[in-house]
């Protein structure tokens, strides 16, 4: 009984006679538009000026009716001939603007969904790159190792002197060349870790800024007294720390300590300063008086392998991994890498540090605040 049909009619639950005749008026409209769309430019035209005809004529009949005085048969052609004069210029030009504005519509649509199948390729072969590297590091490290352990026996001579001196010339070698390669392997690990989304700066502790400083000068200062450059630091307030990964944050300032180094000629200079700026960030600044870099060449250093081609004496080669990595590392922190140079002008690359990784170093006992 509950299920029988309302005697109002089939229009289903909800519906009124108004929303059905509402929903025959679009699906009428809908299917006018369509034979539009098939049609001719011309014949399109043709059909639009047709309906505004009819409708000027009955239009001029409804007053004529209400009048009581219906129109004369001068008047309705005249009527018909204003309204197809007025009405055929006015159309075309639609009718030409929609077409175009569909085509331009089609265009759009097949151009998004050709850039979201190169957007799904590009980051598949992204990560597919980087499981590549991650995995072939993870190889190549073991072996290497060894490589690294064997050698430093030999050159040391743990069991024995080494009668050929040569032989620990080439042990030496194979330990130094081991231990770069590991180092190399190490970084693109790394970076390779943070492009996937797995690097993580939760494990992150609070450490005086200038101790990280400090740390990464005594490690690039035997590089600056080969290369014959001095290393200034401008005084860091011991109370100046930092939320972060400490060793993430050395390896950066190494990075870009190193190439401060080896661009810049004998007799040269790099500053490091540190500055808290407004809101309470902090940007860590190392300049130096080397050979400088145009605009494309920064863009160049900060690619993953990319190498400056104008250096002069390039005696440095490099990986072109270290200023991407410490770009990465920065970002990780939710800080920035920025670099300021210019051809035969020095380099200035500024470490910021975001507000919620700066903080006050007060005596052990007392509470440290963020700024």
């Given at each position: 009984?509950?299920?029988?049909?309302?005697?109002?009619?089939?229009?289903?639950?909800?519906?009124?006679?108004?929303?059905?005749?509402?929903?025959?008026?679009?699906?009428?409209?809908?299917?006018?538009?369509?034979?539009?769309?098939?049609?001719?430019?011309?014949?399109?035209?043709?059909?639009?000026?047709?309906?505004?005809?009819?409708?000027?004529?009955?239009?001029?009949?409804?007053?004529?009716?209400?009048?009581?005085?219906?129109?004369?048969?001068?008047?309705?052609?005249?009527?018909?001939?204003?309204?197809?004069?007025?009405?055929?210029?006015?159309?075309?030009?639609?009718?030409?603007?929609?077409?175009?504005?569909?085509?331009?519509?089609?265009?759009?649509?097949?151009?998004?969904?050709?850039?979201?199948?190169?957007?799904?390729?590009?980051?598949?072969?992204?990560?597919?790159?980087?499981?590549f590297l991650a995995d072939m590091s993870h190889e190549?490290?073991?072996?290497?190792?060894?490589?690294?352990?064997?050698?430093?026996?030999?050159?040391?001579?743990?069991?024995?002197p080494v009668e050929n001196v040569k032989y620990l010339?080439?042990?030496?070698?194979?330990?130094?060349?081991?231990?770069?390669?590991?180092?190399?392997?190490?970084?693109?690990?790394?970076?390779?870790?943070?492009?996937?989304?797995?690097?993580?700066?939760?494990?992150?502790?609070?450490?005086?800024?200038?101790?990280?400083?400090?740390?990464?000068?005594?490690?690039?200062?035997?590089?600056?007294?080969?290369?014959?450059?001095?290393?200034?630091?401008?005084?860091?307030?011991?109370?100046?720390?930092?939320?972060?990964?400490?060793?993430?944050?050395?390896?950066?300032?190494?990075?870009?300590?190193?190439?401060?180094?080896?661009?810049?000629?004998?007799?040269?200079?790099?500053?490091?300063?540190?500055?808290?700026?407004?809101?309470?960030?902090?940007?860590?600044?190392?300049?130096?008086?080397?050979?400088?870099?145009?605009?494309?060449?920064?863009?160049?250093?900060?690619?993953?392998?990319?190498?400056?081609?104008?250096?002069?004496?390039?005696?440095?080669?490099?990986?072109?991994?270290?200023?991407?990595?410490?770009?990465?590392?920065?970002?990780?922190?939710?800080?920035?890498?920025?670099?300021?140079?210019?051809?035969?002008?020095?380099?200035?690359?500024?470490?910021?540090?975001?507000?919620?990784?700066?903080?006050?170093?007060?005596?052990?006992?007392?509470?440290?605040?963020?700024?």
């Amino acid at each position: 009984m509950g299920n029988a049909p309302s005697p109002k009619g089939q229009a289903g639950r909800g519906t009124t006679p108004d929303s059905v005749g509402g929903d025959r008026d679009r699906h009428a409209l809908a299917g006018f538009d369509r034979l539009l769309g098939r049609a001719s430019l011309p014949m399109a035209t043709a059909l639009v000026v047709g309906a505004v005809v009819i409708a000027a004529l009955a239009l001029h009949l409804l007053i004529g009716w209400m009048l009581r005085a219906p129109p004369p048969p001068s008047t309705l052609v005249a009527a018909a001939l204003v309204a197809a004069l007025v009405a055929t210029p006015i159309v075309a030009y639609a009718q030409n603007l929609i077409r175009s504005l569909a085509a331009s519509r089609r265009t759009l649509k097949r151009m998004t969904e050709r850039l979201a199948v190169a957007l799904h390729e590009a980051e598949q072969a992204g990560h597919a790159k980087s499981r590549f590297l991650a995995d072939m590091s993870h190889e190549l490290r073991t072996p290497l190792n060894a490589i690294i352990g064997f050698s430093d026996i030999i050159r040391e001579q743990r069991f024995g002197p080494v009668e050929n001196v040569k032989y620990l010339d080439y042990a030496r070698d194979i330990n130094e060349s081991g231990i770069h390669l590991l180092g190399i392997i190490s970084d693109i690990l790394d970076l390779s870790k943070i492009e996937r989304g797995k690097g993580d700066a939760a494990q992150a502790s609070e450490f005086a800024a200038v101790d990280a400083v400090e740390m990464a000068m005594r490690m690039i200062r035997s590089l600056a007294e080969r290369q014959r450059v001095d290393i200034e630091l401008v005084p860091i307030a011991p109370t100046l720390g930092l939320l972060a990964i400490e060793r993430m944050v050395r390896q950066v300032l190494i990075n870009i300590l190193s190439n401060a180094v080896k661009f810049t000629p004998a007799g040269g200079i790099v500053r490091i300063t540190a500055e808290r700026l407004g809101g309470g960030a902090l940007a860590i600044a190392v300049s130096d008086s080397g050979f400088g870099m145009t605009a494309e060449d920064i863009k160049v250093a900060l690619t993953p392998f990319g190498q400056v081609a104008n250096v002069p004496n390039r005696i440095h080669a490099g990986t072109g991994l270290g200023l991407p990595l410490a770009k990465a590392m920065m970002e990780m922190h939710g800080g920035n890498l920025s670099i300021q140079s210019a051809l035969h002008q020095g380099t200035r690359v500024v470490l910021t540090f975001p507000p919620d990784r700066v903080l006050t170093l007060v005596p052990a006992g007392q509470s440290q605040l963020a700024f």
